[in-house]
């Protein structure tokens, strides 16, 4: 009896594995839709005007279910507001918010997530975090200024990081855009081959 209750559970973790893999899976590639979608429309389009009809999607790596990681969200006090770096001589003025750990192939790692202080007032995005990063990728596999996720500031001391839904910033596909600079503190010291690839022609 007890080995039929072993294996019954046995076979409901591995389900529950599969079913959770198959669902990152479809939200890497409604993710991977809404941005070719969006780079189509000439209305969204980051794109030059000249590129945006030639435009048949953007480079993606393939689904990377190890680079689904959850995190532990530590709500840090006290911090300052400063203004930071961008490609330009804009400077937005962001909060440090959050202090994010997490493990990748058994190794530690963290990132800090970011408060932007002027869209916080805006409706929807008053618990917008901004996680700007740079890995071992840049300047060849992706591109070379780093790249951005977007989260939301979770309910517990647990967030979900989806480095399949890594893009680029703006200022990768067009100079008139002004794009923030990741600070050095969000080095992450591994290649995180997942999310958009370098633009094909720039």
Do not use: W
């Not at 969006?38 to 048949?56: C, D, G, R, V, Y």
């Not at 969200?73 to 490609?87: D, G, I, Q």
């Amino acid at each position: 009896m007890k080995k039929i209750l072993f294996l019954f559970i046995l076979i409901c973790t591995v389900f529950s594995e599969n079913s959770f893999a198959q669902s990152k899976r479809k939200t890497t590639k409604k993710f991977q839709r809404t941005m070719n979608k969006q780079f189509k429309n000439a209305e969204e389009s980051p794109l030059p005007e000249e590129e945006i009809n030639s435009f048949k999607g953007l480079p993606f790596f393939k689904h990377n279910k190890d680079l689904v990681v959850k995190a532990k969200f530590k709500k840090l006090k006290n911090e300052k507001v400063f203004e930071m770096p961008t490609t330009t001589d804009r400077k937005p003025q962001y909060r440090k918010y959050a202090k994010l750990t997490f493990n990748i192939d058994g190794k530690k790692y963290k990132l800090f997530a970011y408060q932007n202080i002027g869209l916080i007032k805006e409706e929807g995005y008053e618990d917008y975090l901004f996680l700007p990063f740079t890995d071992l990728t840049n300047g060849n596999a992706t591109y070379g200024g780093g790249r951005f996720l977007d989260l939301r500031i979770p309910e517990s001391n647990e967030v979900e990081i989806n480095f399949n839904k890594a893009y680029n910033p703006y200022c990768a596909y067009n100079y008139k855009y002004s794009c923030p600079i990741p600070p050095k503190e969000n080095h992450l010291n591994i290649k995180i081959e997942a999310g958009v690839k370098a633009p094909k022609n720039h």
